[in-house]
């Protein structure tokens, strides 16, 4: 087992990293006045557990568990924050005492100023026994007893304990890493296998934390969900073309920073087309999946050939046909290794389709079934698709009768759900959440239109509003049957509106994929 101050040489020579995924410097000065008594004390402080990894080429370790530890042995034993925390609050590592007498730690007051039998730990450790034995001498006018001289020295021996230093197996990846991580820091903070991935990049490139962060909250603010994860292994999918973490791990810093700068680019170029060509709003939160490595991947590669992709449109296209048949459901790494691979080698939106065919053989056409449009409104792939359809296939407000194209979008035509059947209506016929609140049974009109129904039946109000607005009715797919609009006919209404959705959900994706499904 290695001493303290031989860890401690390893931070200095930066052998021993402590990563910047790590969560900041919480400990009080109760915590470290109790981890220097039981050092002093020889009761048991834990192992340290490391990660073996590289950078530049050169071999370090990054600490997996005990930042909190080592963040105390460095600041007290050195007397200065260690640069991981340097903008953090660091006052529970200044002012460390020690009393003679009673062997007890405390924290600096004016009692333990004019007391020689306090000693500052720091300064014992960075100035050394016989500079603490001269000012014992000057403050009280004789020598320090052996006793005393032998407790010093027993302090200053913590530098010579042995801590039990675990390492984890050298070719072990991030992933796992990132669950060793979160066994052993239960009541701390999570971190992911992308926290790591980012931590090892900021050995090599200073301003990886910023710059990724920076980019992350500038896509969260425009109501993109895009996830660490998905950065880092675009960055990845870009240098080998396949999303493999250790690609990042190896690469040299102008490569990392190359890859993030292009990847950050083409991102935002594809999350605009996304928002044009699906009639998203910014007040619509989107997930982003890995569907859509593909595409930025694909307009990495034309433009790398100096051009624009011609495939952006097709493949945004095939991104929501594929979200909606659950190819980003499982076995999720291979399927998007697969696909990546086919834009990589030049291929189109056509040899994608086949591959997402062969994920579901048993049916002969990628066309969208009706199911879809009978699950519940959380269901988000769909909810996304019935919004793009209001917006794209010239649906118009139910209550205004003005048309919610993308647009043509005012600060007032945010979209809101709006159940056909009303919730309340239904409730007082006895029927449960999951049958209310299925897609098939919610329009979308503007916040402006504040439609007042209440509890009324369709048959009551769908008739003012078709006489108001002529056409209103089928530009939202609603069943222009009146026998269907009554409680008795709600699972024939479903159906049918479900079958409406469906055909106009097909033709839009044909128009966008640019073939048959």
């Known amino acids: 087992m290695p001493r303290i101050s031989q860890i401690l040489n390893e931070v200095e020579s930066q052998r021993l990293n402590v990563p910047k995924f790590q969560r900041g410097w919480v400990w009080q000065k109760k915590q470290v006045r109790e981890f220097f008594n039981s050092l002093y004390h020889d009761y048991p402080v834990g192992s340290l557990i490391v990660w073996p990894t590289a950078s530049a080429g050169r071999a370090l370790d990054s600490i997996i568990d005990g930042q909190q530890r080592l963040t105390a042995l460095y600041g007290v034993i050195h007397g200065k924050a260690p640069s991981w925390i340097a903008d953090e609050d660091t006052s529970a590592l200044t002012g460390l005492m020690f009393h003679l007498d009673d062997q007890r730690f405390e924290h600096a007051t004016t009692r333990t100023a004019n007391d020689p039998l306090w000693i500052d730990v720091s300064a014992l450790f960075t100035k050394g026994h016989e500079a603490w034995a001269a000012e014992y001498r000057q403050r009280t006018g004789e020598d320090a007893t052996a006793h005393y001289h032998i407790r010093v020295a027993r302090l200053l021996g913590v530098r010579d304990k042995q801590i039990n230093v675990d390492k984890l197996p050298e070719d072990v990846s991030p992933e796992t890493a990132a669950d060793v991580f979160k066994i052993v820091n239960r009541a701390g903070k999570s971190v992911s296998e992308g926290d790591l991935v980012l931590g090892q990049l900021s050995l090599k490139w200073d301003d990886a934390k910023r710059e990724v962060n920076d980019a992350l909250g500038s896509w969260r603010d425009g109501d993109y969900a895009v996830s660490l994860e998905w950065l880092l292994h675009t960055m990845s999918a870009v240098l080998e073309y396949r999303i493999n973490f250790d690609a990042l791990l190896r690469a040299n810093t102008d490569d990392a920073i190359r890859s993030f700068s292009i990847v950050k680019a083409e991102t935002m170029n594809v999350l605009d087309h996304v928002r044009d060509i699906l009639g998203l709003d910014a007040t619509t939160s989107t997930a982003i999946n890995n569907g859509l490595i593909v595409v930025v991947v694909d307009g990495v590669v034309h433009r790398s050939k100096g051009a624009l992709s011609p495939n952006t449109r097709s493949l945004i296209g095939w991104w929501l046909l594929s979200t909606l048949h659950g190819r980003w459901s499982g076995d999720v790494r291979n399927r998007t290794n697969r696909d ?65 194209s993308f647009d043509h979008m005012s600060p007032l035509s945010k979209l809101e759900a709006h159940h056909i059947f009303p919730r309340r209506y239904l409730n007082q016929h006895g029927l449960e959440r999951a049958q209310i609140d299925q897609l098939a049974n919610l329009a979308f009109i503007t916040q402006r239109a504040n439609l007042k129904i209440g509890a009324k039946s369709p048959a009551e109000y769908l008739p003012e509003l078709q006489a108001r607005n002529p056409g209103v009715l089928e530009s939202q797919w609603i069943p222009r049957d009146p026998d269907l609009w009554t409680v008795n006919a709600y699972p024939r209404f479903l159906e049918e509106r479900s079958r409406l959705l469906a055909n106009a959900a097909n033709e839009l994706l044909r128009s966008l994929i640019g073939e048959d499904l």
């Open 340 to 404: 990546v691979g086919i834009v990589a080698a030049g291929g189109g939106t056509g040899e994608l389709l086949r591959e997402l065919r062969s994920m579901i053989p048993a049916q002969s056409s990628l066309n969208l079934s009706t199911e879809g449009f009978g699950l519940s409104k959380t269901s988000k792939p769909y909810f996304l698709l019935v919004r793009t359809l209001t917006r794209r296939r010239g649906a118009r407000d139910l209550g205004s009768g003005i048309n919610l």
